[in-house]
Nanobody, 124 residues
Framework: QVQLVESGGGLVQAGGSLRLSCAAS????????MGWFRQAPGKEREFVAA????????YYADSVKGRFTISRDNAKNTVYLLMNSLKPEDTAVYYC?????????????????WGQGTQVTVSS
């Protein structure tokens, strides 16, 4: 069992930056693929970014490519999402997710564990 706790959300002006963190419990964190998803009001949850267990492979949604960076520190059981050049359309609840199987994927149904989410609000 893995428990995920997100932090770092908040209110920021357009063009600003935030760094989200996701702290994981459990001794097998380093073997998990990790992902970030987001859900805006009235919309479905959507993929944002994912990173392989080693950190060598990453994948981004087109909407955030070049602005967001996913990274992980396996010694600290933590995955990060650095968000630059934020836009009002980035406003959403951001969720961290963990996948037992190797292989980066954009599909939410293939992730096994989820955090409670952290709110990100970008004002124009």
């Amino acid at each position: 069992q893995v428990q995920l706790v997100e932090s770092g959300g908040g209110l920021v002006q357009a063009g600003g930056s935030l760094r989200l963190s996701c702290a994981a419990s459990g001794r097998t964190f380093s073997s998990y693929t990790m992902g970030w998803f987001r859900q805006a009001p009235g919309k479905e949850r959507e993929f944002v970014a994912a990173i392989s267990w080693s950190g060598t492979s990453t994948y981004y949604a087109d909407s955030v490519k070049g602005r967001f960076t996913i990274s992980r520190d396996n010694a600290k059981n933590t995955v990060y999402l650095l968000m630059n050049s934020l836009k009002p359309e980035d406003t959403a609840v951001y969720y961290c997710a963990a996948r037992r199987n190797i292989g980066v994927t954009i599909w939410a149904t293939r992730y096994d564990y989820w955090g409670q989410g952290t709110q990100v609000t970008v004002s124009s």
